[in-house]
């Protein structure tokens, strides 16, 4: 062969070679490395962390110390099969280095090498099988470090797929779609819900970026939520309106709805909330005042807000409590018996007991509920906000991380927990969507940094007295947005986090339990012996509504029996925003050290048929509130608990809360009520405080004890 033609086809299959290389994964391949577990060799500094070049974010990198060999690795949670990698250098890349794979992030076996890398953007084809990846570096291209925008890993996994139809029971509206369809759709579906107290029916109302002129009448179990990235990407220029029309004018049973990551500019300048427990009002922008009561100001026992922004007067009237948490409001017209502001900007000062309000400058830890969004391709992402810390205002835009949707199994009614827990093996998170899924094995959420998010507020079911699910002692997992309803046979836990004895630390990437409620009796008989144990340590609980049922179906003394509302057994754990209420027991046990509790709402059982059936030894009655005995450190702020012994109104309870005195076993601002006289709650805390009674319902406070 000629020495000329010899070259042209040395260089031609080079050429061929690199572009084989070079090759990008098959487009039906995943992305299974976003939002996964990141670690590194070393980091250059605490702003350039592992994690930050698997966070979907081009604006974010991960380097290294200045010093060669350097590696990074992400976990991907199963074994996958490995088609491609992306990695996106910065200025800083290696000119050698190798893609590796392992089962078990200790063997390690090459799936890519190279000594002559150029930097920039290299997409490679890949072939292998394993849980880890990880990019080594042995050769740098600069003084610095080694430095990845991101690195991508594609492949595919043995277990459900990740991504899909959100499915018929959540309605997306774009500002395409005529303004009359959409206020079609809206009327329909209150219709169905205004009154649907107990019903089967579940719906998530979801509005991508853009601009809407409608009126959003909210009804039993319909969330309402923009798709925007931040809430002012989302405009309803009408309302976002809770009225209390279909129970005359009474809000006390207005449950079980949210509006979350939108804003609203209200025809006449107010927007109407009028609800009560189990409903959030999340990251809205108000540009104008808030309402929180309904028409003609009738009664109403609410209610949650947090991380918004309320440019008018939030005015609550005839609101018996309520909590706000890390928000901005232009101000506060009232206080019943309970208000409670913790973080929030333009918050009333303290002042409890007169008027009742309990104010706390900063929430000290907080994390945000994750929510689904659209990015600007289109493609639906799940946001993670960052754990911070002695927080004040709205936490928008935000620091965090997206996770795309193909990342998460979007589960459907119909799913088995057998199906659901084969997608958590395979390393996905879960997204429910609206419905009521039966479950007649506990689900296992072991992975670290799982997300488990339903929408619509998706509701899990157990058959057969099973645990609907557990959460192991790990890392960052994130439960958000479920309703737990108890089946007929008694479940022992509706929800567990942590197993029992669970002693890891968790203060750098905490679990979190956010909007997620429990109910025992109301649509059917239910049995649940507690509805929440915590037993993890440094554990986030923001906003619970657990609700033993006063009316509905399956109601009475030995009909739906339950407990306990919550135990806490971990250390170092905080509650923002616990509502639990009927239970036959203490409705609160808190076990471990150094908790914190900012707003605490109770009503004590209306139902023990006398006082012999409701005694805790030879102690009339059980507290709302327990510490336990062996705890030396704890304090909590805003706690209110109220009597109604409706069956028999000469029972008494003992006390409203109960606590080891010591110094460091704080409350403040306490209050206890019998309402309408329907029995007695004999002292506030201990034995401080006189008798609640009398059918004045007029609280009885302490500002502080001991």
């Given at each position: 062969m000629h020495p000329r033609r010899r070259l042209v086809v040395a260089a031609l299959a080079a050429l061929i070679a690199s572009l084989a290389v070079a090759a990008p994964a098959r487009a039906a391949d995943p992305l299974l490395s976003q939002g996964r577990p990141a670690t590194a060799s070393s980091t250059e500094n605490a702003g350039t962390p592992a994690s930050a070049a698997v966070d979907g974010d081009p604006g974010t990198r991960w380097s290294s110390a200045f010093s060669d060999p350097q590696w990074l690795q992400v976990d991907l949670g199963t074994t996958a099969s490995i088609t491609g990698v992306t990695l996106r250098w910065e200025t800083a890349y290696a000119t050698a280095f190798r893609v590796q794979v392992s089962p078990d992030a200790a063997t390690w076996t090459d799936l890519y090498s190279t000594t002559t890398g150029t930097g920039g953007t290299q997409t490679l084809a890949v072939s292998g099988t394993g849980r880890y990846v990880r990019v080594h570096g042995t050769a740098r291209a600069t003084g610095w470090g080694y430095s990845l925008w991101e690195f991508q890993v594609y492949g595919t996994t043995s277990g459900p797929p990740g991504g899909g139809d959100l499915g018929p029971n959540v309605h997306v509206f774009d500002p395409s779609m005529p303004a009359a369809s959409i206020q079609s759709t809206l009327d329909s579906i209150f219709a169905q819900q205004e009154s649907n107290q107990f019903g089967d029916q579940r719906h998530a109302l979801l509005f991508k970026p853009g601009s809407y002129n409608v009126n959003a009448n909210i009804g039993f179990y319909t969330s309402i939520a923009g798709l925007g990235r931040n809430p002012d990407d989302v405009t309803i220029n009408g309302s976002v309106r809770v009225d209390a029309g279909w129970f005359g004018g009474n809000a006390t049973q207005n449950f079980w709805r949210s509006a979350e990551n939108l804003s609203i500019t209200p025809s006449g300048g107010t927007n109407q909330w009028a609800v009560s427990q189990a409903a959030p009002f999340r990251r809205i922008h108000v540009r104008g005042n808030l309402n929180l009561a309904p028409t003609g100001y009738g009664w109403a026992s609410g209610g949650y807000i947090a991380d918004s922004r309320i440019d008018g007067t939030v005015q609550p009237y005839s609101q018996q409590q309520w909590f706000t948490r890390d928000s901005q409001i232009g101000g506060w017209l009232n206080g019943v018996w309970?208000?409670?502001?913790?973080?929030?900007?333009?918050?009333?000062?303290?002042s409890f007991p007169e008027?009742?309000?309990?104010?706390?400058?900063t929430s000290p830890v907080t994390r945000e509920k994750p929510f689904l969004y659209v990015d600007s391709a289109g493609a639906y992402q799940v946001f993670l906000p960052a754990l911070r810390q002695n927080t004040r205002g709205v936490n928008w835009p935000g620091t965090g991380t997206s996770v795309p949707l193909s990342r998460f199994y979007v589960a459907r009614p119909a799913d088995s927990a057998a199906t659901i827990n084969a997608a958590l093996a395979s390393g996905l998170n879960l997204l429910f969507t609206p419905g009521v899924y039966h479950v007649g094995q506990t689900i296992n959420v072991n992975r670290p940094g799982t997300v488990v998010l339903g929408l619509g507020y998706a509701t899990i079911v157990p058959d057969n007295g099973v645990v609907p699910m557990r959460v192991a002692d790990v890392d960052g997992v994130r439960v958000a947005g479920l309703l737990f309803d108890a089946g007929a046979v008694n479940s022992p836990i509706l929800l567990e986090v942590g197993p029992s004895g669970a002693a890891a630390g968790h203060a750098a990437d905490p679990i979190s339990v956010q909007d997620v409620f429990f109910r025992v009796g109301?649509?059917?008989?239910?049995?649940?012996?507690?509805?929440?144990?915590?037993?993890?340590?440094?554990?986030?609980?923001?906003?619970?509504?657990?609700?033993?049922?006063?009316?509905?179906?399956?109601?009475?003394?030995?009909?739906?029996?339950?407990?306990?509302g919550l135990i806490v057994n971990g250390d170092d754990v905080t509650a923002y925003g616990l509502f639990v209420e009927h239970y036959q027991k203490y409705q609160v046990v808190w076990n471990g050290q150094r908790g914190r509790t900012v707003f605490f709402q109770n009503e004590m059982p209306y139902d023990p048929p006398n006082q012999a059936a409701w005694m805790n030894g030879s102690t009339r009655g059980y507290a709302a509130y327990k510490v336990g005995d062996a705890v030396t450190a704890h304090e909590a702020w805003g706690l209110g608990?109220?009597?109604?012994?409706?069956?028999?109104?000469?029972?008494?309870?003992?006390?409203?809360?109960?606590?080891?005195t010591r110094a460091g076993v704080r409350f403040h601002d306490l209050l206890t009520v019998s309402l309408g006289g329907n029995?007695?709650?004999?002292h506030v805390i201990n034995s401080t405080g006189g008798p609640a009674q009398g059918t004045a319902t007029v609280p009885v406070k302490i500002v502080s004890y001991p």
């Open positions: 309970n208000m409670v502001f913790s973080g929030v900007a333009g918050a009333p000062a303290q008027p009742p309000y309990t104010t706390l400058d109301g649509a059917h008989a239910g049995k649940a012996t507690t509805s929440l144990v915590v037993n993890s340590d440094h554990t986030i609980i923001d906003h619970i509504w657990a609700w033993r049922g006063d009316h509905g179906s399956g109601i009475g003394w030995t009909v739906n029996t339950a407990d306990t608990a109220y009597c109604y012994f409706n069956v028999d109104p000469t029972i008494v309870a003992e006390r409203g809360f109960e606590a080891p029995g007695t709650i004999a």
